[in-house]
């Protein structure tokens, strides 16, 4: 029985130096991410609060009305900007920070993330914009939304790296507006099957288009009768560190 079990032993050893025994397979889907802390889609939360981001700009023509309404309502959005655009419109970002804001990081070129980027490139993307926000704001920004969605182990990898914490969005809140869907495609996105701390994705770039600007005359006061806070990424990632802390610290 003795030598049973050590030429048991002395298999699995083999096995193990011969590459027999191959880590346990791990599936990188969203819940991998959520529960690492390393991708937002939502942030889901006992208060009725809600985030509207903005991506693609500063674009004066579209971003100017928008933040118009934005007062009006006394709401406060998240905007994922572009560094190429930044250059271009460096005051509608000042005013975005100006009036309680939160402008956040979109790349550069608006660049997909696709399989076969190159880390550097990824990282240039990133660092560029970055650079260009703190110069212009004196601020820097804290979140990160890879353009289309598409992200890699390696974006996260270098994002998270440089400070940065990756954020995507409701999957039930792609209004999909930069296709120009209908200004009622875009309300109802919006305002039906609302959940507290969901992240609502909108553009505030699209040339030629005034349908985001049109819906969101019927989004904001739609949300505030529904009861919402229309609040930052930020503000709604606050509010889930705080609910979780231990009740005494």
Known sequence: MVKAMTRGIAIVLCLVFLGGFEEPYVRKDRAFYEKRGEIVWEVPLEVKKIALTFDDGPYPETTDPILDLLKEYGAKATFFVLGNKVERYPETVKREIDEGHEVAN????????????????????????????????????????????????????????????????????????????GVGHIVRK????????????????????????????????????????????????????????????
Not at 114 to 141: C, F, H, N, W, Y
Request: a neutral charge; hydrophobic letters at 40%; glycine letters at 8%.
């Open 106 to 181: 979109h790349t550069f070129n608006h660049v997909y993330f696709k399989d076969a980027i190159k880390s550097m490139t990824i990282q240039e993307e990133i660092v560029s914009t970055d650079r260009l926000l703190m110069e212009l704001t004196g601020r820097k920004p804290m979140l990160f939304r890879p353009p289309g969605g598409f992200y890699s182990e390696e974006s996260i990898r270098i994002a998270k790296q440089l400070g940065y914490t990756t954020v995507l969005w409701s999957w039930h809140k792609d209004t999909n507006d930069w296709r120009s869907p």
């Open 190 to 249: 919006v305002l039906n099957n609302t959940r507290n701390g969901d992240i609502v994705l909108l553009h505030d770039y699209i040339p030629g288009s005034s349908q985001t600007v049109e819906a969101l005359k019927l989004i904001l006061p739609g949300l505030k009768k529904q009861g919402f806070q229309i609040v930052t990424v930020s503000e709604l990632l606050h509010d889930k560190a705080g609910a979780q802390m231990p009740i005494g610290l």
